[in-house]
Nanobody, 122 residues
Framework: QVQLVESGGGLVQAGDSLRLSCAVS????????MAWFRQTPGKEREFVAG??????YYVDSVKGRFTISRDNAKNTVYLRMNSLKPEDTAVYYC?????????????????WGQGTQVTVSS
């Protein structure tokens, strides 16, 4: 069974950087479309960034600040977050889609991690 485990969240100040990691087990991450979503209390889980084969895609609010990448040898996907803003505060979730739909909707992804909290203070 595919399992995703996120790490790297924390409390930082505005303008700081963080790198989130998503370790994949029970499957090969290079065979999946992978994505990062985030969620704040009372809001829907929203797509942040995706890596689909060799294509990457970002929501407008993070373009130029966040970078998604994968290390196939480590079976791990990363989200590098620079110039963090208070509005980036959320629980960040890693997701995997073995069907490779190239989607940005929550329902496009079959496997999810438990989430990691990112808090950005002003």
């Amino acid at each position: 069974q595919v399992q995703l485990v996120e790490s790297g969240g924390g409390l930082v100040q505005a303008g700081d950087s963080l790198r989130l990691s998503c370790a994949v087990s029970g499957g090969t991450s290079s065979s999946y479309d992978m994505a990062w979503f985030r969620q704040t209390p009372g809001k829907e889980r929203e797509f942040v960034a995706g890596i689909w084969r060799t294509t990457t895609y970002y929501v407008d609010s993070v373009k130029g600040r966040f970078t998604i990448s994968r290390d196939n040898a480590k079976n791990t996907v990363y989200l590098r977050m620079n110039s963090l803003k208070p509005e980036d505060t959320a629980v960040y979730y890693c997701a995997a889609d073995p069907q490779r739909l190239g989607g940005i909707q929550r329902g496009d992804y079959d496997y999810w991690g438990q989430g990691t909290q990112v808090t950005v203070s002003s």
